[in-house]
């Protein structure tokens, strides 16, 4: 009964969507909020549905992307789980409108089980894009414990005798303890967490591991290496890899961006000026780089040997805009360059990567890659895109 209200709820929103774009004389100029709206009530029908009728014995509980025709729907322990329920957090946000935070908590409950998922460096992915939001937003006390759980959970991995968490434990015929640059984004959750237990543990953990990743990751250009491979006995590095980039040697797109934000998120949180030195180096390295495009939107990797082309990464676009949005806040010299280039970035990635209304699921944003070399997720809508442009358009003021 409860499918059956979905499929007549979608026939319906699809009749919709079409009468609006198909019926009206002239093609509708959706705002970038009426766009989100219709894209993102699709979205929530399209999940419903498949959670409601999906025989597949793991809790499928959010969209990460579009895989064979479908939306591809993942559970909890994904590292992607937390952002649908941050889009649908900033949707409220932005709108204010209680369908948005009706849906927000719905989706961000299913995530709850990560807290104890000692088995992953993505709890700040998970926890704090969902939960995250929703305390923000709400101050429900039961979201502050939950978080503060899993914060306890993730300093877990930490490695004293390295200074760093441990990423990931897939693979280890490759690396003994690898630390990839995306973890710098976890830090975030454990700033919060000294701040919200006053254990200065959690901080004291995210600064180690912001200095020792400054120490060993950056190239003499400033670029990242994507995997830093670290001997836990001795500290010592083993390796300089790559795993979702072109090669060991090159810029992997969506590693510089999430660099470039995690330094400026470092910086705000601490003050420490090296942080703020290092995102203002990688953002030169970005948008001075030759294989940048006019338009501002990453290939993949800026050393892929088919440029111009080479797939795009809008999500390397999306997580860099927004970081420029904050950085413009730090810099000294560069503040409106930074903003006008964040804006242009949400200017561009609107005119030529966002979906047609109606289209892909839901999703805002097409054209992300998401592991080239594993042969997956390429030239597709990713959620993650989604949630760093709409963290983007309320940054810009919405
Ligand atoms: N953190 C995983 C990725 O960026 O693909």
Redesign the pocket.
């Known amino acids: 009964m409860h499918n059956m209200k979905n499929v007549f709820y979608l026939i319906l929103l699809s009749i919709a969507v079409f009468f609006f774009t198909a019926c009206s004389q002239e093609p509708k100029e959706y705002s970038d909020r009426e766009f989100a709206e219709l894209q993102m009530r699709l979205m929530v029908s399209y999940a419903e549905n498949v959670m409601d009728t999906s025989t597949d014995a793991r809790l499928l509980v959010s969209p990460r992307s579009i895989r064979d025709g479908k939306l591809f729907m993942v559970p909890s322990r994904d590292?992607t789980s937390g952002f649908f329920p941050g889009n649908l957090w900033y949707m409220y946000e932005w709108t204010g409108d209680e369908f948005w935070k009706e849906k927000a908590i719905k989706f961000t409950d299913f995530i709850e089980r990560e807290k104890t998922n000692a088995g992953t460096h993505?709890m700040g992915?998970k926890i704090y894009c969902s939960f995250g939001n929703g305390y923000r937003l709400l101050q429900d006390e039961r979201y502050k414990d939950i978080m503060i759980e899993a914060a306890q959970t993730l300093s877990t991995r930490f490695n004293s005798t390295i200074g760093c968490i441990r990423s990931w434990d897939h693979n280890t015929d490759k690396w003994v303890f690898p630390v990839?640059i995306?973890n710098m984004?976890n830090l975030e959750f454990l700033f919060w967490a000294t701040k919200a237990t006053g254990d200065s543990s959690f901080y004291n953990i995210a600064v180690s591991h912001a200095d020792v990743t400054l120490q060993n990751h950056f190239r003499e250009d400033n670029s990242s290496y994507h995997v830093v491979d670290y001997d836990p006995e001795t500290g010592e590095v083993r390796n300089k890899h790559t795993h979702?980039g072109y090669a060991h040697e090159s810029a992997w797109a969506?590693?510089q961006a999430?660099g470039l934000y995690g330094y400026t998120m470092c910086y705000r949180e601490t003050g420490k000026k090296e942080y703020l030195e290092q995102a203002e180096k990688i953002a030169a390295f970005m948008l001075n780089h030759p294989n940048l495009d006019k338009d501002l939107v990453p290939y993949w990797d800026y050393n892929a040997p088919d440029i111009p082309n080479a797939p795009r990464d809008v999500?390397a676009a999306t997580i860099m805009s927004s970081a420029l949005m904050e950085l413009s806040e730090y810099s000294s010299s560069k503040s409106d360059y930074y903003k006008e280039t964040a804006r242009q970035i949400a200017e561009n990635v609107k005119t030529f990567y966002r979906s047609e209304v109606g289209s892909n699921f839901g999703f805002l944003l097409d054209n992300s890659t998401?592991?080239l070399p594993g042969d997956h997720e390429i030239d597709v809508p990713l959620i993650?895109a989604d949630y760093y442009y709409l963290e983007t358009l309320k940054r810009l003021g919405w």
């Open positions: 590292w993505d992915f990839i995306d984004m979702q969506r590693g999430w999500s998401g592991h993650y």
